[in-house]
């Protein structure tokens, strides 16, 4: 799957903005979060086999990503 720009308004509000193939775990993404300077995870969910949710700021900016 290339990765595709979308404009796809949520139920809950939110907006994807994107979608990319995945190329790295999902323990290496948040690690990569957590050392970006001005970022804050703040929500954090995983089922440890397939799934995993995980909300971060970034510079005052909200964020979410999810993998399944």
């Known amino acids: 799957?290339?990765?595709a720009l979308l404009?796809?308004?949520?139920?809950?509000?939110s907006r994807q903005f994107a979608e990319l193939?995945?190329?790295c775990s999902w323990r290496?993404?948040?690690r990569h979060i957590e050392q970006l300077p001005g970022s804050t995870v703040?929500?954090?969910l995983a089922d440890?086999?397939?799934e995993m949710w995980l909300d971060f700021?970034?510079?005052?900016h909200?964020?979410?990503t999810l993998d399944s």
């Open 1 to 3: 799957m290339k990765a």
């Open 42 to 44: 703040t929500k954090f």
């Open 7 to 13: 404009n796809l308004r949520l139920y809950d509000g």
């Open 21 to 23: 193939p995945e190329v």
């Open 48 to 50: 440890d086999v397939t």
């Open 57 to 60: 700021s970034l510079r005052g």
């Open 62 to 64: 909200a964020f979410a």
């Open 28 to 30: 290496d993404l948040r």
